[in-house]
């Protein structure tokens, strides 16, 4: 017994303690230089030819837009200028249109128009 005992404080001795060891932290790597690009122009954004084209208002549009020619997105402008102007939008639900007697010819003679539905009808009296 007294054998086992040397044996295994020579085992204990032998071992050596292992101490926490503190974590470096790790190198980091300087960034790699990009090649110096040319700063390219932006260009000036053209818009759709599609939006631009000049469409001629039906009797019913001219009446609240005018009769001139315009483009469908000045058209809407237009509508929407009317709208403000009359005091037509709806006070409790601010995406309804109340339609007055010219506005209910060009919206299908609905009363209360969704603002996503004036492109649709407005479709309708442009050619």
């Known amino acids: 017994m007294a054998t086992k005992k040397k044996a295994a404080k020579k085992a204990a001795a032998k071992k050596p303690v292992k ?7 790790a190198a ?19 818009p759709n030819a599609a939006f631009m084209k000049a469409l001629t208002p039906s009797a019913a549009l001219a009446a609240v837009v005018g009769a001139k020619p315009l483009p469908r997105t000045e058209a809407v402008k237009k509508i929407w200028a009317y709208i403000k102007a009359n005091k037509l939008q709806d006070a409790k639900n601010r995406r ?9 010819v060009v919206f299908g003679n609905k009363a209360q128009v969704s603002m996503f539905e004036i492109a649709k009808f407005l479709g309708k009296h442009l050619s």
């Open 19 to 25: 101490k926490a060891a503190a974590k470096k932290p």
């Open 96 to 104: 309804n249109v109340n339609t007055d007697a010219k506005l209910k």
């Open 28 to 46: 980091k790597k300087p960034a790699a230089k990009k090649a110096a690009k040319p700063a390219k122009k932006k260009s000036a954004r053209k």
